[in-house]
């Protein structure tokens, strides 16, 4: 390891092998008393990937994010997250799993009664043994990271703006430099320079810290300009391709998801931002 | 193929030659595994070097705390003069170190003034805090009672469903806990007084001592507490989840008063159910008192309301009875009044809910003993 020459790929390329599958789903079945959410579904992202989940209101996107990341018991199937399979570990193996994925919850679920800075000291405290002076230094690294403004960190959640709240909420999943960040609409609630802002942001923390990223959104801008791939679930099942693949698709529910008037300008909005 | 926890923990090398001083970055730079190095980097020192080389070949993870560590000693080496250079440092670090060195600085905490200061201040505000909280809810009185007149005139503006529904949630629900309590207090008051009474030979009198203990004070008063701990905090929990939800601005939107909306039916129904709990406390907490005195002192139930009812006047009751109103206009106002001081977070709704219920028990107490004073020059 320590004779490899600088132009290969390491540092985080140690964490982010390339290849395999970062989240690996198969055979998932989630129900609620009779109503069935997903029947035999598969999903899959790859590392370093940023992969879209959309699906229409109701189609179990959050009930499939919950089961990634252990809020929900499937009925059936297997989850295999960083290579490890979820259903098997003991409490130790899943506390440490936990420190190598952030979630941003669609609020920003920030502790109401903690200051930004604090909030983001706790997922630190949880998992590791550092300096209290180091902590503060990588909570202000992740403030700074996150783009939230100077004055922000001892502020609390109250004081603070929607965006800013989200902003905060992904400094916190970032805490722990995970090698995945689960979004769940991470623009919604956004005006469209936010969202946009929002949008290069991800795309930003992507390219430096080799994330992998699982975004929930029905932001057809965002699914244009940060979505490597797009997986949608339609009829409790997933369908999986890039925006082309998928508009291309013989699905009327896709031709109206991406073909719509919404779609349409998005897409052509994309287009005059390449063409500049 | 995965970053392993147990992977060789970061550490650093130290070379000195002619040129330069050189650090060398071994191990994995992650967040769990900087602990040692923290301190290291902090102390490191370019014995008088102008060039420093941070080398970054020999290194087998980084992340953004372990560039932060590294941009950090940049900053302390370049701000003391020195001329700092990486080596071998892959492209996905480099934009890494690059992102982490491009963020701003958070501003410092703002720092706490002296503790007399802020002791001096933190009275000051307290009783100016005090003082408003007390004008409020005055004013919050006034505007109730203008309410109840308003509703006097035009009844028609009644919510009678949300009153019948009220008074069973906090009248019917509420008599299993309220008996069971009154029945002990009953039991208590019983097993005390004959103790005392005894020395005297005077057990018999127990019986007056619990009639009048009960119908007077007790009765009402373990109702009203009760009732503030049952009731007057979900006034306030429920109204105050309203608030955080905007439900009570939306009503505002629609054209419906909040005050007729939600305090009015809950003010009108705990002050009607407040007299029935009481009238059943007291019945119960004679009957905790008749069976103690059975058993306790041979006093059949025959005897035990003959004595009764010779200790026990009419006005004994009512001294009780003309409490209980009061008592549950006031818990229903203050749980009302500080459901909707919530403001939007979750927090005030659990520190307003505790507060009604210390509040409304402490003006219920301070009432009765008002009443007492009023009683005796009255001379009932």
Redo the contacts between chains.
Sequence with gaps: ??Q????????????R?GK?LAIEVTGLVNRFGTQVVHDNLDFSVRYGEIMGLVGGSGSGKSVLLNSIIGLNRPKAGRIMV??QEMRGLDRRETR?LQ??WGVLFQDGALF??LTV?QNIEVP?KR?????TS?ME??A??????SGLP?????KY??QLSGGMRKRAGLARA?A??P?ILFLDEPTAGLDPIGASQFDQLIL??R????LTVVMVTHDLDSLYTVCDRVSVLLDKRITVGTIEELSAMDNAWLKDYFGGPRGRAASAALERAEDR | MLRQRAQDAASLEVREDAKAFRLRFLGSWLTPSLAGVDQALRGVQPNGHRNVVFDLAAIDALDSAGAWLAVRCQRRLEHAGCKVAYEGVSESDQVLIQAVADGKECEPEPPEPSTFRSFVTNIGEGTFARFGEAGALISFLGETIMSVIHLARRPAELRPIAIVYHMQKTGLEAMPIVGLLSFLIGVVLAYQGSDQLARFGAQIFTVNLVGIAVLREMGVLITAIIVAGRSGSAFTAQIGTMKVNQEVDAMRTIGLSPMFVLAMPRVIALTLVMPLLTFYANILGLMGGGVMAWTLLDVSPRQFIEQLSGALQLSTFWVGMIKAPIFGFIIALVGCYEGLQVSSNAESVGLRTTRAVVESIFIVIVLDALFSILFSIVGI
């Design positions: 390891m320590a490899e020459n600088a132009a290969s790929p390491r540092g985080n390329g140690a964490r092998p395999g960083l290579g440490s420190g190598r109401s009664s800075m630190l998992q590791t043994r550092l300096p180091l230094e990588i202000e690294v992740k403030i700074a990271l100077p004055d922000a960190a001892h959640p109250s970032l722990l430099d090698d930003g923390l390219n430096a810290l080799g």
